[in-house]
T-cell receptor
Framework: QKEVEQNSGPLSVPEGAIASLNCTYS??????FFWYRQYSGKSPELIMF????GDKEDGRFTAQLNKASQYVSLLIRDSQPSDSATYLC???????????FGQGTTLQVKP | NAGVTQTPKFRILKIGQSMTLQCAQD?????MYWYRQDPGMGLKLIYY???????DKGEVPNGYNVSRSTTEDFPLRLELAAPSQTSVYFC?????????????FGSGTRLTVV
């Protein structure tokens, strides 16, 4: 089992809808979780991180953690075409402590 | 602030050639990383460094070498390039090792080995 897994998509939603992206992780002891956004041909940028003690909301973005099922979600409300990108989930490695990335989910927001 | 600067942006290598990918940051971050990203895949950690003079292997270190003589610079060396090393290479740095403040990525180097 990969340490961090994501459905590669693409996930297609209409403009204004809620986009829901999921990420599963294998290390039950993971304490922090990160979401990066990567536009085509660009480098990743951090948009959200949460600790295991709770969910987090930042503007239109909400990160939620389900520890029992070992997955973390990113919800994007009122999706905009500018949200079209690949979203990478990352979790610190149990071996090195450095970020392990999932393969990313491509989101397409259609006007 | 320049952030993390990578050079070159593009490079084509022939099989067996060698090259060095340059990475420099001006944020005084102690932690620096090299990742590679293959099409449709996530980022794989090649090497990382927790400070000048200290480096360690990541998930996919074979075929690469690094050095960290200063806080600012973290070059990645490819010896005897192989087609399997065709990828986009990202350098990153962070204030803390846990990444809680986020990794700052460079713009990437797109390498093709033919």
């Amino acid at each position: 089992q990969k340490e961090v897994e994501q459905n590669s998509g693409p996930l297609s939603v209409p403009e204004g809808a809620i986009a829901s992206l999921n990420c599963t992780y294998s290390d039950r002891g993971s304490q922090s979780f990160f979401w990066y956004r990567q536009y085509s041909g660009k480098s990743p940028e951090l948009i959200m991180f949460i600790y295991s003690n709770g969910d987090k909301e930042d503007g239109r973005f909400t990160a939620q953690l389900n520890k029992a099922s070992q997955y973390v979600s990113l919800l994007i409300r009122d999706s905009q075409p500018s949200d079209s990108a690949t979203y990478l989930c990352a979790v610190p490695s149990s071996n090195t402590g450095k970020l392990i990335f999932g393969q990313g989910t491509t989101l397409q927001v259609k006007p | 602030n320049a952030g993390v600067t990578q050079t070159p942006k593009f490079r084509i290598l022939k099989i067996g050639q060698s090259m060095t990918l340059q990475c420099a940051q001006d944020m005084n971050h102690n932690y620096m990383y090299w990742y590679r990203q293959d099409p449709g895949m996530g980022l794989k950690l090649i090497y990382y460094s927790v400070g000048a003079g200290i480096t360690d292997k990541g998930e996919v270190p074979n075929g690469y070498n690094v050095s960290r003589s200063t806080t600012e610079d973290f070059p990645l060396r490819l010896e005897l390039a192989a087609p399997s090393q065709t990828s986009v290479y990202f350098c990153a740095s962070s204030f803390s090792g846990e990444g809680a403040h986020g990794y700052t990525f460079g713009s990437g180097t797109r390498l093709t080995v033919v």
